[in-house]
């Protein structure tokens, strides 16, 4: 059974970086894509970024275009998003996905999901 694990998140002031990490165990079968997407309180989930196999095609939602950064390691089965330039409007429950569809901004298209890692950013 594959399992996603967050980690990163905490508390940091308006203009301060985190990275998140979501390790995969379980051994998923190769090719998937790794998504992040995030979740403001009385807000729906939205998508954030995602990074195919290959780690050289990536996609990222206009909000966070040019502050954030997706990146993987196949070999370890670990996949990261740096966040830089943080704003408050960031502030989020930030979840990692990893699925095997074309659709990589639809959460319905992803098979795995993590807990969840809470980001504040205070103003």
């Known amino acids: 059974q594959v399992q996603l694990v967050e980690s990163g998140g905490g508390l940091v002031q308006a203009g301060g970086s985190l990275r998140l990490s979501c390790a995969a165990s379980?051994?998923?079968?190769?090719?998937?894509?790794m998504g992040w997407f995030r979740q403001a309180p009385g807000r729906e989930r939205e998508f954030v970024a995602a990074i195919r196999w290959s780690g050289s095609i990536t996609y990222y939602a206009d909000s966070v275009k040019g502050r954030f950064t997706i990146r993987r390691d196949n070999a370890k089965y670990t996949g990261y998003l740096e966040m830089n330039s943080l704003k408050p409007e960031d502030t989020a429950v930030y979840y990692c996905a990893l699925g095997w569809s074309a659709y990589y901004s639809n959460d319905r298209e992803y098979n795995y999901w993590g807990q969840g890692t809470q980001v504040t950013v205070s103003s």
């Open positions: 379980g051994r998923p079968s190769s090719g998937y894509t």
